[in-house]
């Protein structure tokens, strides 16, 4: 499972989170605004996405074929 934490907010809640799950998990971290096509596409892959706080939207600084897929 990929599992993605949007934005400082949701990052305090990554720490020590794999020892709570029961399968083996890939935890990725990403910014609020998702500048690069690696970050699009960790987000784009996610099979599950912790975001906290009031957002307009995401933010892409780009036009990516990763972001076409959410």
Do not use: C, W
Not at 9 to 35: K, M, Q, W, Y
Not at 37 to 44: G, I, M
Request: charged share 25%; net charge negative.
């Amino acid at each position: 499972m990929r599992i993605v934490f949007h934005g400082q907010n949701a990052a305090s809640f990554s720490h020590g989170f794999t020892d709570l799950l029961g399968d083996p998990a890939e935890i990725r971290v990403l910014p609020d605004a998702l500048e690069s096509e690696l970050e699009q596409l960790a987000y784009a892959e996610a099979d599950a996405i912790k975001s906290i706080g009031p957002k307009s939207g995401i933010h892409f600084s780009g036009k990516s074929d990763a972001t076409a897929k959410r």
